[in-house]
């Protein structure tokens, strides 16, 4: 394997102690950051994803009001909770887990949520000040990535970007912030997505490649130009009979030949994903801050 690899633990661990610090600094001054989770149903990524960020809250010294519903509550309880996250002090930062069941309107969810808590910066609101490039809350996956990209000094300036996938929770929102003039950002960039024709040849121009569609090992080393910086969002679990869990983790890209290509490359586990925990804590700590 020629390829560095970018290491989303190491780097989510040296953030979440500066954040860490920052926590306790407040704390000293009689604020304590608190996160309000929602979690509806029973899909079992979602619940490993919460609880890990349950977890990451309890180690910042970041309150958390953790709230695990069944599949069939119903749309008015979910929004009567946020409403109450909304009026209350403590909770600086309203988190509800995506994707939520088919009976209950996701949009209506997130419109509920007042944007000044709208740590995930999925809000409307924060979603078009991000666009124009105003200060807002930024999405935890796509700030996680440039975070790494700026930690492990890629250089993005004029770079040729190139994201698979347009959800509204990495691609489109990743593709407006490396478009930005600003530090880890100003690259050209380019989406592809499901209806895109020969993609290879467009990835193949790519300087950072970054695989955000959900597919499992999707990328394959015939798409990737040598030298590329290779970001891996996906995190697809597939059977695998030999392992205790019956299933292993892969992301969208085909880590090892790839590696031999890439100059940098992000592994799954322990690359985006720590990361993107990262990046929730540091947004709740920015709304305590701005509720002081
Ligand atoms: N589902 C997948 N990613 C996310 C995320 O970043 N935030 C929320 N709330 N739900 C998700």
Redesign the pocket.
Known sequence: MSAEIIDGKELAKEMRAEIADEVQKLASQGVTPGLGVILVGEDPASNSYVKAKERACEKAGIYSDDNRLPTDTSEAKLLEIIDRMNEDPKIHGI????PLPDHIDEEKVLLRIKPEKDV?GFHPFNVGKMMLGQPAFL???PHGVIQMLIRSGVVTKGAHAVIVGRSN?VGKPLANMLLQKAEGRNATVTVCHSATKDMASITLQADILIAAAGKPEMITADMVKPGAVVIDVGVNRVEDSSKKKGYRLVGDVEFEPIAEKASKITPVPGGVGPM?ITMLLYNTLESAKNHM
């Not at 988190?95 to 995506?98: A, E, F, R």
Request: glycine letters at 0%; hydrophobic letters at 40%; one cysteine or more.
């Open positions: 988190l509800v887990q995506l995930d999405p935890c996956t929770i993107t």
